[in-house]
């Protein structure tokens, strides 16, 4: 083979795993800037958590300057820890208008791939929410100026049913049909999105995206924690991409998605960290414990699965199953080299078991995004880790104190 490519660098790759790099399908990168801020007492549930938290002292209160702090120090950490590609909803009413793409400038000096969108909402006002929909609108088509294998794209995103109502949800659905991008949601992340729109409307969340036409292949819907049987038959028969967020949803009380379920039901679907650890050794690990215990099956979600949803399946979910998350001819070269330095034995029957379950971000030694090396011996390229921590300190403190 060296023969072959005489010019061509060789890395010596012994001793490691040789693996696609991971998809990270749901994730918050502002969210590092809540890690520690002090509050008297946890939220007693998921809507006092948004009404009383998120939503006035973390959404409300961001800026650009913190939301590209914490974008640079988050794509790093990323990067660091094997993910060559993710997807991120950004929160941020105030920070309007220009986000996204100054975002996307930060994504691309990383040599990241990452797919960026806002969450649209009438939430703060109507306006706000007209502002959140062209938003997405001018990130989709500069990402579409750098060509479709572009490290920065942009998708349509709203919020949920109960931020949202239908004639809002129907034009955004409209326009990912015009510009044929996806359309995400957060979709009932704890009991209270499907009461709720029960009691407005008459039926339950996906019932009400089902009858809107919007429940469909086009539509990315992240959390689908408190399903009701029919609502699960409407993700799958209507073939509604799922993205599983397992630690986050225990963080806010939310219950744990029926996951081995969906699956079951042919559902594509991915793994995401949702801004709560970036580190997708943890979200996987999360992802294969936590099923078992819930359903006392300790054959569901073997190490295999949740390794394949991590890149494969995240791909697919994200509408790039032809492009990346595998090691194949005419994929791009988005992977990493894990140090296999195991105390036990590896094969072929437990290598799986031994990266999800005994690996973890420090052992990523090696990444490489689009043919490029962004990672070399555990460092970031071109990336100051001080300058960069202390850069996030200073705009997390801003934020703390802003609020």
């Avoid at 009380?253 to 995401?272: D, N, S």
Wanted: hydrophobic content about 45%; aromatic content about 8%.
């Amino acid at each position: 083979m060296r023969a072959d490519f005489p010019n061509d660098e060789v890395v010596d790759g012994s001793g490691c795993v040789l693996a696609p790099g991971f998809v990270n399908t749901h994730a918050h990168l502002y969210g590092v800037l809540a890690h520690g801020i002090p509050l008297e007492q946890a939220p007693s549930g998921f809507w006092p958590f948004l009404e009383d938290f998120w939503w006035p002292r973390v959404e409300d209160a961001l800026d650009h300057d913190m939301v590209l702090a914490a974008t640079h120090w988050v794509g790093a950490e990323m990067l660091r820890t094997g993910t060559t590609c993710f997807y991120d909803i950004l929160e941020a009413p105030n920070a309007l208008s220009g986000i996204l793409v100054r975002q996307a400038e930060v994504v691309r000096s990383l040599g990241l791939r990452g797919i960026l969108s806002f969450e649209a909402t009438q939430r703060v006002s109507v306006a706000n929410g007209q502002a959140g929909l062209e938003e997405n609108l001018h990130m989709i088509e500069a990402g579409r100026a750098g060509g479709a294998d572009a490290l920065a794209q942009g998708l349509m995103c709203i919020h949920t049913t109960f931020t949202c109502p239908p004639p809002f949800i129907e034009q955004a659905f409209a326009l990912a049909e015009q510009h044929d991008v996806l359309m995400h949601a957060h979709v009932n992340e704890g009991t209270h999105e499907g009461i709720l729109c029960a009691e407005r409307y008459g039926k339950r969340t996906l019932e009400l995206y089902d009858d809107l036409r919007v429940a469909g292949p086009r539509m990315m819907a992240s959390q689908c924690v408190q399903l009701s049987d029919r609502e699960r038959d409407i993700i799958a028969e209507r073939g509604v991409r799922v993205t599983h967020m397992p630690l986050s949803n225990c963080e806010v009380g939310g219950g744990i998605a029926p996951v081995p379920e969906l699956l079951g039901a042919g559902v594509v679907l991915g793994l995401g960290s949702d801004g709560y650890l970036n580190d997708m050794f943890s979200v996987m690990r999360g992802a294969f414990m936590l099923h078992k215990a819930r359903l006392l099956n300790p054959q569901v979600m073997p190490a295999a699965l949740v390794f394949r949803l991590a890149t494969a399946g995240g791909a697919e979910a994200l509408g790039m199953g032809d492009r990346i998350g595998r090691l194949s001819p005419g994929y791009r070269a988005d992977l990493q080299l894990i140090d296999a330095s195991f105390p036990t034995p590896a094969t072929a029957h437990n290598l799986y078991d031994q990266l999800v379950l005994w690996r973890s971000g420090t052992d990523v030694r090696d990444v490489m995004v689009d043919g490029s090396w962004r990672v070399r011996d555990h460092l970031v390229s071109d990336f100051d880790t001080a300058a960069a921590r202390a850069h996030v300190g200073e705009q997390a403190l801003r934020l703390w104190n802003r609020s």
